[in-house]
């Protein structure tokens, strides 16, 4: 299974992107779908994640600007980041859990400038 992330870009605080990441190859049926991220010099963090049927969790640092959704058909998650503060600024990596194993995108960079 391969996990190809897009979207990411500069742009200025308050602004907004939306990061993509499709799956690939040997699926048989991806579970849950979701988002880390990881700042210069810091350890990866968790952002959001969403299952198959849709339920959804989020990281206090983005819940209420940052919203996770997938289509399962083209068996893509997408990231709507809104209201991007400066601190938001790190490499996003998407995940995807595929009978019983865990697959991680290479990352894209999103950079909020002040």
């Known amino acids: 299974v391969q996990l190809q992330a897009s979207g990411g870009g500069l742009v200025q605080a308050g602004g907004s992107l939306r990061l993509s990441c499709v799956a690939s190859?040997?699926?048989?049926?991806?579970?849950?779908m979701g988002w880390y991220r990881q700042a210069p010099g810091k350890q990866r963090e968790y952002v959001a994640n969403?299952?198959?049927?849709?339920?959804?969790n989020y990281a206090d640092s983005v819940k209420g600007r940052f919203t996770i959704s997938r289509d399962n058909a083209k068996n893509t998650v997408y990231l709507q980041m809104n209201s991007l503060k400066p601190e938001d600024t790190a490499v996003y990596y998407c995940?995807?859990?595929?009978?019983?194993?865990?697959?991680w995108g290479q990352g894209t960079l999103v950079t909020v400038s002040s």
């Open positions: 190859g040997s699926i048989f049926s991806i579970n849950d």
């Open positions: 995940n995807a859990w595929n009978i019983g194993n865990l697959y």
């Open positions: 969403i299952n198959r049927g849709g339920s959804t």
